[in-house]
């Protein structure tokens, strides 16, 4: 949890960077100190533009089939912002797994609250995978229309207030070190500013945020114990790259992750696309009546059937079993997602592959087709 806080921290507090001034930089903060002192409203996305797994796995159909799943992954919403009320409205559309999940946060003041209809899109996801959760129309409809106020001591078990005045104090210091940045990091091409957030970047800024954390005692909580370790296992590389259109304000950002090939997983590099887009849909953000708000203990009980530790252990162990059999045979990939595996094996070489590592690969992937899908794949080996 701490790791998310901190995290959350950091990527926040660059877009919320005080500037004034013409210079690529200048322009670059000033854009970001408008967003916070005026009223705005920004559609906003997210996909997953690139996913290159390592060398090993490749050629894993296993893997082949999550990277597809992963990169079919979209988000889309707007996020708005009332300066005069201190509030914001985030609201996001997550297309995952043929689902489509709503996800909203409302905060006015130090209050945050978390709409609970992304409950039914959980419920069928995990009713994929024969999960036990919830999937009745009486317990679904307690969660309608319902929020649960994360500010509350009893949801995150923190206190709000000294998160906020946290978060007040290390945004002055990362808006300090980025006044320090040289100008020669921003530039501009016709009336794009563009600014390139590193790995170093990052590490400078958390350990600015465990020093403020360990500075008073009412911080002590944020600290985190396990920091050089945290450090350690961030991605070999990291970087951020911000492309600002000054004319339009569409802001669009590149994260991409590159792994270390000692790492325990099957992905070496992933890249990430974010846009922010100004709109007019400007409206008044109206907070959770109290009627429509619940509390974390309300929705334990109506949960609690299905979350009980002795059953927890039993869907997992349902759960392999459930796997294990798909990848037996009795998984069918689908055809978006089976177009999507054809067109990545053509673009690899396999012309040094004898008969009998073709064959082994075709035996890998047979469990995952169909009869016909199968058939493609095996023309793709023997035209290679």
Same mark, same amino acid.
């Given at each position: 949890?701490?790791?998310?806080?901190?995290?959350?921290?950091?990527?926040?507090?660059?877009?919320?960077?005080?500037?004034?001034?013409?210079?690529?930089?200048?322009?670059?903060?000033?854009?970001?100190?408008?967003?916070?002192?005026? !009223?705005?409203?920004?559609?906003?996305?997210?996909?997953?533009?690139?996913?290159?797994?390592?060398?090993?796995?490749?050629?894993?159909?296993?893997?082949?089939? /999550?990277?597809?799943?992963?990169?079919?992954? +979209?988000?889309?919403?707007? /996020?708005?912002?009332?300066?005069?009320?201190?509030?914001?409205?985030?609201?996001?559309?997550?297309?995952?797994?043929?689902?489509?999940?709503?996800?909203?946060?409302?905060?006015? !003041?130090?209050?945050?609250?978390?709409?609970?209809?992304? %409950?039914?899109?959980?419920?069928?996801?995990?009713?994929?995978? !024969?999960?036990?959760?919830?999937?009745?129309?009486?317990?679904?409809?307690?969660?309608?229309?319902?929020?649960? +106020?994360? #500010?509350?001591?009893?949801?995150?078990?923190?206190?709000?207030?000294?998160?906020?005045?946290?978060?007040?104090?290390?945004?002055?210091?990362?808006?300090?070190?980025?006044?320090?940045?040289?100008?020669?990091?921003?530039?501009?091409?016709?009336?794009?500013?563009?600014?390139?957030?590193?790995?170093?970047?990052?590490?400078?800024?958390?350990?600015?945020?465990?020093?403020?954390?360990?500075?008073?005692?009412?911080?002590?909580?944020?600290?985190?114990?396990?920091?050089?370790?945290?450090?350690?296992?961030?991605?070999?590389?990291?970087?951020?790259?911000?492309?600002?259109?000054?004319?339009?304000?569409?802001?669009?950002?590149?994260?991409?992750?590159?792994?270390?090939?000692?790492? =325990?997983? %099957?992905?070496?590099?992933?890249?990430?696309?974010?846009?922010?887009?100004?709109?007019?849909?400007?409206?008044?953000?109206?907070?959770?009546?109290? +009627?429509?708000?619940?509390?974390?203990?309300?929705?334990?009980?109506?949960?609690?059937?299905?979350?009980?530790?002795?059953?927890?252990?039993?869907?997992? =162990?349902?759960?392999?079993? =459930?796997?294990?059999?798909?990848?037996?045979?009795?998984? !069918?990939?689908?055809?978006?997602?089976?177009?999507?595996?054809?067109?990545?094996?053509?673009?690899?070489?396999?012309?040094?592959? #004898?008969?009998?590592? #073709?064959?082994?690969?075709?035996?890998?992937?047979?469990?995952?087709?169909? =009869?016909?899908?199968?058939?493609?794949?095996?023309?793709?080996?023997?035209? +290679?």
């Amino acid at each position: 949890m701490k790791k998310i806080k901190l995290a959350l921290l950091i990527i926040l507090s660059v877009i919320i960077l005080a500037g004034c001034g013409k210079s690529a930089k200048e322009e670059f903060f000033d854009y970001t100190k408008k967003n916070v002192t005026e !009223n705005s409203s920004n559609d906003i996305s997210m996909t997953i533009k690139d996913i290159k797994l390592t060398a090993d796995m490749k050629d894993s159909p296993e893997a082949n089939v /999550m990277v597809t799943q992963l990169k079919d992954i +979209k988000v889309t919403g707007s /996020m708005q912002h009332d300066v005069s009320e201190k509030a914001t409205n985030t609201k996001l559309n997550i297309e995952a797994l043929g689902q489509k999940i709503p996800l909203e946060f409302i905060s006015k !003041n130090d209050d945050m609250y978390f709409s609970l209809d992304i %409950f039914r899109g959980i419920s069928k996801i995990a009713s994929q995978f !024969n999960s036990e959760l919830p999937s009745d129309e009486k317990t679904l409809s307690t969660f309608d229309g319902k929020y649960l +106020k994360l #500010s509350d001591a009893d949801t995150l078990e923190i206190d709000s207030k000294s998160a906020t005045n946290l978060t007040k104090e290390f945004q002055k210091e990362v808006s300090n070190y980025f006044t320090s940045l040289d100008e020669e990091r921003f530039t501009k091409e016709n009336d794009v500013v563009t600014f390139k957030l590193t790995k170093k970047d990052v590490v400078v800024l958390a350990e600015k945020f465990n020093t403020l954390s360990k500075s008073k005692k009412e911080y002590k909580e944020f600290v985190i114990p396990d920091f050089d370790e945290m450090i350690k296992n961030l991605p070999k590389a990291l970087d951020a790259k911000f492309n600002l259109n000054t004319k339009t304000n569409d802001l669009a950002v590149a994260l991409t992750s590159t792994f270390d090939k000692k790492d =325990e997983g %099957f992905i070496d590099l992933i890249e990430v696309l974010y846009n922010y887009k100004p709109n007019d849909k400007q409206v008044a953000i109206k907070l959770p009546a109290k +009627k429509e708000i619940v509390n974390v203990k309300e929705i334990e009980a109506i949960l609690a059937p299905y979350l009980s530790d002795e059953l927890d252990e039993e869907l997992d =162990e349902e759960l392999d079993e =459930e796997l294990d059999e798909e990848l037996d045979g009795d998984f !069918n990939m689908a055809d978006d997602e089976f177009k999507e595996l054809v067109k990545e094996l053509e673009k690899e070489d396999f012309s040094s592959f #004898s008969a009998a590592e #073709s064959d082994e690969l075709l035996e890998e992937y047979e469990p995952l087709l169909t =009869e016909k899908q199968y058939k493609t794949i095996e023309k793709i080996f023997k035209n +290679k």
